[in-house]
C-alpha cells in the first residue's frame, strides 16, 4: 500500500467511528462524568477515547482516538502515532467536514456520502454511533444478534458487517474492545476511557 493509500485508509477509520455532524466543543463548563449506573442506550452524550487498528487484509495502521457525540453532533479527531498526523471529522444531520486531509477540507451532505466523495468507499459510518455503545445500529436491518448470559450484545451483523465485542468496562454494559469486519477489512477498537455527558 502506498503512503498515500495508507493515509487514506487512516481518514476511512476516522470516517468509520463517526456517525451523524455542527461539532460539539469541549467548554470549560462541560460536565462529563464517569457511566458507571448509566445505560448506553438511554445516553446521546458521550465521549470515548482509545486506539484504533485498521487492515485492508494485506496492510494496516494504527492510531489513538477522541470521539465526542452530543445528540446528532459529533467531532472525531485520529491522531497517527508516530508522524502525529491528525484528521477531523466533524458534523451532524446536516452535513459533514473532514480536516487534515490533502488539499483541505472537504465537505459532503454526510458523513457516508464524504467517505464515497473522498475514498470512493461506502461505509454504514451512521450505524457506528450504536455499534461502539454495544447496540445495533439504528439505520439498517439487523441480520443476526447473538447475546451474551448478561444480555449484552455478543455478536451482531448488520449492513454487511460483522461487529463482535469482545470486553467490557468493570464487566458493565460498555464495551472495551470490539472488532468489525466486512470482507478483507477490519477495524479493531481498544477503548480506554468512556464518559457521558448532560444532554
Same mark, same amino acid.
Given at each position: ?62 492510531? =489513538?482516538?477522541?470521539? @465526542?457525540? *452530543?445528540?446528532?453532533?459529533?467531532? &472525531? /479527531?485520529? !491522531? ?6 491528525? $484528521? ?62 448478561? =444480555?449484552?450484545?455478543? @455478536?451482531? *451483523?448488520?449492513?454487511?458487517?460483522? &461487529? /463482535?465485542? !469482545? ?6 454494559? $460498555? ?25
Amino acid at each position: 500500500m502506498t503512503p498515500g493509500c495508507r493515509r487514506a485508509f487512516l481518514a476511512l477509520a476516522c470516517l468509520a467511528l463517526a456517525a451523524c455532524a455542527q461539532a460539539p466543543r469541549r467548554t470549560a463548563g462541560e460536565d462529563w462524568r464517569p457511566v458507571a449506573g448509566t445505560a448506553p442506550e438511554a445516553v446521546s452524550a458521550f465521549r470515548v477515547s482509545g486506539r484504533l487498528a485498521v487492515s485492508d487484509g494485506r496492510d494496516g495502521g494504527s492510531a =489513538g482516538f477522541l470521539w @465526542l457525540q *452530543r445528540g446528532e453532533a459529533y467531532e &472525531v /479527531e485520529l !491522531r497517527q502515532p508516530v508522524s502525529q498526523r491528525t $484528521w477531523r471529522l466533524s458534523g451532524d444531520a446536516r452535513g459533514a467536514v473532514l480536516h487534515g486531509g490533502d488539499g483541505g477540507p472537504r465537505h459532503g451532505a454526510d458523513a457516508q456520502a464524504l467517505l464515497f466523495e473522498v475514498l470512493g468507499w461506502q461505509l454504514p459510518v451512521r450505524d457506528l454511533v450504536d455499534w461502539v455503545r454495544g447496540l445495533p445500529g439504528a439505520g439498517a436491518p439487523v441480520e443476526r444478534l447473538e447475546r451474551d448470559g448478561q =444480555g449484552r450484545v455478543r @455478536l451482531l *451483523r448488520q449492513a454487511g458487517w460483522q &461487529v /463482535e465485542y !469482545r470486553a467490557w468496562l468493570d464487566e458493565g454494559a $460498555w464495551p472495551t474492545r470490539i472488532q468489525a469486519r466486512q470482507g478483507d477489512y477490519s477495524v479493531r477498537i481498544n477503548v480506554q476511557d468512556w464518559a457521558v455527558g448532560r444532554d
